[in-house]
């Protein structure tokens, strides 16, 4: 069986907190910022966690 090589996409947009949990950024922050109030784009700016409908399916592109 050949090694799981990680997906390349995935290793630039998630990383791994020092408890376990996958960390990612938020989407909608990079145009059309003109309309968006300056608490939505404060509020953009920051990072949240991946929920944990889909932290499995990370896990797995992650190969962790």
Not at 31 to 59: E, I
Request: aromatic content about 4%.
């Amino acid at each position: 069986m050949p090694k799981m090589k990680t997906h390349s996409s995935a290793k630039k947009r998630f990383t791994t907190t020092g408890t376990g949990k996958l960390k990612r950024f938020q989407a909608n922050a990079r145009h059309l910022m003109r309309k968006k109030s300056n608490k939505a784009k404060t509020r953009l700016l920051g990072s949240a966690l991946v929920s944990d409908a889909d932290f499995a399916r990370v896990k797995r592109l992650l190969c962790i």
